[in-house]
Nanobody, 119 residues
Framework: QRRLEERGGGLVQSGASLKLSCAAS????????MGWFRQAPGKEREFVAR????????DYADSVKGRFTASIDNAKNTMYLQMNSLKPEDAAVYYC????????????WGQGTQVTVSS
């Protein structure tokens, strides 16, 4: 059973930067891709970014393009999300997820880490 653990959330001011990490453990099959999602109070969970396990190939939501960067350190089985120029609307619980080869769904999820951005 693959386990994902997010870390790095916190309270920052608008315009600041924050870096989240997602450590993957367990699981006998290497995932095809890892993703970041977020959910703000009263809103549905939304896609933020996706990165292939190889590190070659990323996708971002329009709302974070140019500000957020997703990356993977394969040696550490850890995915990162560098968030720059944070805005109050970026405040949410951020989740990481894993997708296996041959699947179109996210099969593993972390518990989430809270990001709060003050204006």
């Amino acid at each position: 059973q693959r386990r994902l653990e997010e870390r790095g959330g916190g309270l920052v001011q608008s315009g600041a930067s924050l870096k989240l990490s997602c450590a993957a453990s367990g699981g006998s099959i290497r995932p095809a891709a890892m993703g970041w999602f977020r959910q703000a109070p009263g809103k549905e969970r939304e896609f933020v970014a996706r990165v292939k396990w190889s590190g070659r190939g990323t996708d971002y939501a329009d709302s974070v393009k140019g500000r957020f960067t997703a990356s993977i350190d394969n040696a550490k089985n850890t995915m990162y999300l560098q968030m720059n120029s944070l805005k109050p609307e970026d405040a949410a619980v951020y989740y990481c997820a894993a997708m296996l080869y041959g699947s179109a769904t996210w099969s593993s999820w972390g518990q989430g880490t809270q990001v709060t951005v003050s204006s």
